[in-house]
């Protein structure tokens, strides 16, 4: 279990109150409660987090992109390697981001740098966009969410009163990763539960924040330490802009913006 699995009067804050997968809690925080990019980066961070993609970073210190990507944000990704190395059983929808990821670069060990680039590749881009379907789709199907209706919690696109109780019960534990004076009281017992918690903060964007008084002690907190989140968003981001195919109404929303892009773009 990733709780803390201690009895006390704030276990109800300091433990994930279900076990809803990372890719659903940020659709109860969404306003239009449809699948975003970031849920293709949340499964790429389990999959680092289950050492099926390795991480390789060549930098000491902490880093943050700032509010436009600059040369200096991308000789930090090029300092940042993936290497595909799925063994197992996994879930349709982490074989198909494996394998989305394997086609963008067309590598099994890539830097988030050549990445990036490539997402400027507008035939690339337009590969990604349609693997990106199905690996949404593949999400919907493991959480039986079509899009309008998730177990008792939502309904027609709207929470029910239970969502709205357990969204409430999200928010004391989003609380909770953000507190360092709560983590102090009720540390992680484990690394494996100090990475957890890592992705529960990256569902509510507050990774950097959770970090600051938790331990880089795995190659996915030091993957968030190097904003690693921030940056797949990004580049995930800036393939959708490149698509030069019009989509078909899929009812699947991408929140796709022009905040970033990645230079060298066309």
């Not at 002690?217 to 959708?240: H, V």
């Amino acid at each position: 279990m990733l709780g803390l699995n201690k009895k006390h009067d704030t276990e109800e804050i300091i433990n994930p109150p279900s076990d809803d997968s990372y890719s659903m809690i940020p659709i109860l925080f969404a306003k239009n409660k449809e699948i975003g990019i970031n849920t293709l980066s949340l499964t790429i961070l389990e999959l680092i987090n289950q050492d099926q993609i390795k991480c390789d970073i060549d930098l000491n210190e902490s880093y943050s992109v700032g509010s436009k990507l600059t040369s200096e944000d991308m000789e930090v990704m090029k300092k940042i390697t993936l290497r595909i190395a799925n063994k197992g059983e996994l879930k349709t929808s982490e074989t198909l981001a494996i394998n989305l990821l394997k086609k963008m670069n067309k590598n099994k060990k890539f830097n988030l740098k050549t990445m990036a680039k490539q997402s400027n590749n507008p035939s690339i881009a337009n590969k990604f966009e349609k693997d990106l379907d199905e690996f949404a789709k593949a999400i919907e199907n493991e959480n039986e969410y079509d899009g309008k209706n998730y177990r008792d919690i939502l309904e027609n696109g709207k929470l029910t009163g239970k969502g709205k109780e357990l969204k409430k019960e999200w928010e004391g534990f989003r609380d909770y990763l953000k507190s360092e004076e709560l983590y102090k009281r009720y540390p992680p017992e484990s690394a494996d539960e100090n990475s957890a918690q890592i992705i529960y903060a990256c569902c509510f964007d507050i990774e950097k924040d959770a970090l600051k008084s938790r331990e880089n002690n795995s190659p996915l907190t030091d993957f968030i330490d190097k904003d690693g989140y921030n940056l797949l968003n990004i580049i995930f981001n800036n393939a959708l802009l490149h698509v030069s195919e019009k989509r078909k109404g899929d009812g699947i929303f991408y929140g796709v913006n022009d905040k970033y892009t990645i230079p060298g773009g066309g």
